[in-house]
């Protein structure tokens, strides 16, 4: 209940959220159509997960990108990490900002098999 009127008081109309999520959006859903409004668009990604498989939880220990950088991460590592998660590039590429936006416009079709 709360997320939703938030999002409808903020004026969000697309949501993006993990995958771990996906089953609550029926009861989102009927909330918002009984506050009578216009139904988000929602997507969802898929969630990152630990060497052994947990999904990355702060309420868990898990600790962010300072621990990735503690442990040598740089932050071309960190990029392409996230667009192999997003299997928009090989595990192990190192590439920046501007090169992984440039693999997202090359590769719309990609993103979209993600976020259903």
């Known amino acids: 209940l709360a997320t939703v009127v938030d999002e409808l008081t903020l004026g969000i109309s ?9 089953d609550s959006i029926p009861f989102q859903l009927a909330i918002i159509d009984e506050l009578g409004a216009k139904p988000f668009k929602y997507r969802h ?3 990152l997960c630990n060497s052994d498989g947990s999904k990355l939880s702060k309420r868990d220990g898990s600790q ?5 950088q503690r442990e040598g991460m740089t932050a071309s590592m ?3 990490f996230l ?12 590439l920046s900002a501007l090169e992984l936006l440039q693999e997202l416009r090359n590769q719309p ?8």
Do not use: A, Y
Request: aromatic share 2%; proline share 5%; glycine share 12%.
């Open 45 to 47: 990604v898929p969630v």
């Open 109 to 116: 079709e990609k993103i979209m098999q993600v976020l259903k």
């Open 64 to 68: 962010g990108i300072e621990r990735l």
């Open 14 to 22: 697309e949501v993006v959220r993990g995958k771990d999520l996906f």
């Open 83 to 94: 667009g192999s998660s997003l299997k928009l590039v090989p595990v192990g590429t190192d």
């Open 78 to 80: 960190l990029i392409g």
